[in-house]
T-cell receptor, first 112, second 115 residues
């Protein structure tokens, strides 16, 4: 089955700086990679996703890159704000399958 | 994005009783719903996948007689924790996906405390 590793487990940045979270996956058949933001006591919220036919996708301050050869993908948040503080999860799934396999999460703290 | 509503957001129950959690897709038809369990500071663990009108498929190690899942309509799935024990205390989260859709959207979660 799929295995997703996520690093770092915690990340602290100064407001305005960039934050990068990296994930690797094991199953070369995976071709859908979403990122979720989870605030304390709430469910995960989809913030961006990428499919394997694309190498990069950007949405305002958030971008995701995918390297299929190396089987890794990354989340980039620029101009971080205190409200970006949360736990971020990457995930991977075969588009023909149902199950999402989640990474272990990254706790991001943005210092004002 | 699509809206998935989960109810209740928190519940406290006594050991031995059963608790039902509802998951509704408010603005789309959810042909597939997923139930997850999350312990503090840990990732989401998939418990089961349900397709509308079919029996749920449970992950290895999840007791189907203890965690009853019903997905009787395209907008509602329920998870019933039967004969709850303190070790069942956790954060339960559902997610829903429409037919042929790639994205899955999550509910806000239910904090279950069994005393």
């Amino acid at each position: 089955g799929e295995n997703v590793e996520q690093h770092p487990s915690t990340l602290s940045v100064q407001e305005g700086d960039s934050a990068v979270i990296k994930c690797t996956y094991s199953d070369s058949a995976s071709n859908y990679f979403p990122w979720y933001k989870q605030e304390l006591g709430k469910g995960p919220q989809l913030i961006i996703d990428i499919r394997s036919n694309v190498g990069e996708k950007k949405d305002q301050r958030i971008a995701v890159t995918l390297n299929k050869t190396a089987k890794h993908f990354s989340l980039h948040i620029t101009e971080t704000q205190p409200e970006d503080s949360a736990v971020y999860f990457c995930a991977a799934r075969q588009s023909s399958g149902d199950k999402l396999t989640f990474g272990t999460g990254t706790r991001l703290a943005v210092r004002p | 994005g699509a809206v998935v509503s989960q109810h209740p957001s928190w519940v406290i129950c006594k050991s031995g009783t059963s608790v039902k959690i509802e998951c509704r897709s408010l603005d789309f038809q959810a042909t597939t719903m997923f139930w997850y369990r999350q312990f503090p500071k840990q990732s989401l663990m998939l418990m089961a996948t349900s397709n509308e009108g079919s029996k749920a498929t449970y992950e290895q190690g999840v007791e189907k007689d203890k965690f009853l899942i019903n997905h009787a309509s395209l907008t509602l799935s329920t998870l019933t924790v039967t004969s709850a024990h303190p070790e069942d205390s956790s954060f339960y989260i559902c997610s829903a996906r429409a037919l042929r859709a790639t994205e899955a959207f999550f509910g806000q979660g239910t904090r279950l405390t069994v005393v």
